[in-house]
Nanobody, 120 residues
Framework: QVQLVESGGGLVQPGGSLRLSCAAS????????MGWYRQAPGNQRELVAS???????NYADSAKGRFTISRDNAQNTVYLQMDSLKPEDTAVYYC??????????????WGLGTQVTVSS
């Protein structure tokens, strides 16, 4: 089994910054890609940013220029630096890992989510 543990969410004022972290552990042979998704009340879960094992990053239009995703392959950890936060960024942020497990199975895993609230 694989576990993803997120941290770094919280309450921040508009224009502020937060840094989310997600550490993966367990029966991991290889992590193909990691990403951050978010879900606001009444909305579907949406991709915020993803990063491949070769550090190729992909961003939603809403995140471009404000958010930066990075990855520490040795620690199986992914980060999301969020700057210039807006109230519309308020959501639960979920970490995702596209993995090959030690059983040689390709599996998708999710964290439990961390709340980000942008409000004055």
């Amino acid at each position: 089994q694989v576990q993803l543990v997120e941290s770094g969410g919280g309450l921040v004022q508009p224009g502020g910054s937060l840094r989310l972290s997600c550490a993966a552990s367990g029966s991991i042979l290889r992590i193909i890609a990691m990403g951050w998704y978010r879900q606001a009340p009444g909305n579907q879960r949406e991709l915020v940013a993803s990063i491949s094992s070769t550090n190729m990053a992909n961003y939603a239009d809403s995140a471009k220029g404000r958010f930066t995703i990075s990855r520490d392959n040795a620690q199986n950890t992914v980060y999301l630096q969020m700057d210039s936060l807006k109230p519309e960024d308020t959501a639960v942020y979920y970490c995702n890992a596209d993995t090959v497990t030690t059983a040689l199975l390709r599996r998708d895993f999710w964290g439990l989510g961390t709340q980000v609230t942008v409000s004055s």
